[in-house]
């Protein structure tokens, strides 16, 4: 068994984790432009930080003990290009439509499924050897259920779970949802059981309506994603939920270092998730601490 609770916080057995490996395949992500700058003044308030290898070894702060879950998947970008299968595609489903103007429409469609399905395609970039060598305390990979690459994404789990475990790693499995999928209970709750199934320690996955069932569906633990930004009382409200509904915490990234005020925000995150704060009184400590922020 994998010890993920060494990740946990003491007191309370539940985890604040810092997000900040969306640059693998979005690059300079807003927010993240100067990663180290991003992380440094929000360690103090985090249980685990989630970095990729690049931010691990040059932009986190050298003195800093937080615990590490490498991202250790990749090899996919936001954009692809490959012009000769975009022709081949656009010639087949082309035949018999003379418009210009609907041609480059569908030129742009075909272009946007490339790359939508190519976002899939991940393969293993750091090895649980390599991982342990660099002395973090567990790796994460995500697993693509019902796209174009689900099996070879849930392979690079299932081995990272094996290697990982051989080194004393904690894995964890992140449900990543495609644009094609919905992110519902009936699909986040088949996604996280894959993910458990195939040996993640701890599941990563996000809020939905009917969580309690994804909860309930899978035997590993659950942090949430943030997602997209969206306002801080939002943000708060749905951690709220999700840590009612049976999730262990939190492995946010745009909601807090995208916030005017992150330092105030994962301060009132971490209320919610180990203080069990409402979202009323945790949006107001957000406010308060965004007016006069405490220095240390
Ligand atoms: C992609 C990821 C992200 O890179 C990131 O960790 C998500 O964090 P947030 O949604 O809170 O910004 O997991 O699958």
Redesign the pocket.
């Known amino acids: 068994m994998s010890d993920h609770m060494k990740i946990m916080n003491e007191k309370t057995g539940r985890i604040v984790m810092l997000?900040v490996?969306?640059g693998?395949?979005?690059g300079p992500t807003s927010g993240l432009e100067e990663p180290g700058k991003t992380v440094e003044p929000l360690l103090a308030w985090c249980d685990a930080v989630?970095p990729t290898k690049g931010v691990f070894l040059r932009c986190m702060p050298p003195e800093s003990k937080t615990p590490v879950i490498l991202?250790a998947s990749g090899g996919n970008a936001i954009v692809y290009s490959d012009p000769v299968e975009l022709e081949r595609e656009l010639s087949i489903r082309s035949a018999g439509l003379a418009d210009e103007t609907a041609r480059e429409a569908l030129r742009g469609q075909i272009a946007d499924e490339i790359v939508n399905r190519e976002l899939s395609n991940e393969s293993i970039t750091v090895s649980a050897a390599e991982a342990a060598r660099l002395g973090v305390a567990g790796v994460?990979v995500?697993v693509y259920v019902g796209a174009c690459y689900q099996k070879e994404s849930i392979l690079n789990l299932a081995r990272m779970s094996d290697e990982g475990r051989r080194e004393g790693l904690i894995v964890l499995g992140?449900t990543?949802v495609g644009k094609e999928m919905t992110r519902d209970a009936r699909y986040l709750g088949l996604a996280t059981r894959i993910a458990a199934e195939h040996g993640a320690d701890v599941v990563?996955t996000y809020y939905c309506e009917g969580f309690e069932r994804v909860v309930r569906g899978c035997f590993a633990p659950i942090v949430i994603?943030?997602?997209?930004k969206v306002p801080e009382r939002e943000a708060l409200a749905f951690c709220s939920r999700a840590i009612d509904e049976g999730a262990v915490g939190v492995?946010?990234?745009?909601?807090?270092f995208q916030s005017a005020h992150p330092v105030a925000m994962i301060q009132a995150v971490r209320a919610v998730v180990h203080e069990d704060l409402s979202p009323d009184a945790a949006y107001e400590m957000f406010e308060d601490l965004s007016v006069a922020p405490l220095t240390d």
């Open positions: 997000a490996d969306h693998y395949f979005q989630s991202r994460s995500s992140i990543a990563k994603a943030g997602g997209k492995d946010m990234g745009r909601n807090i």
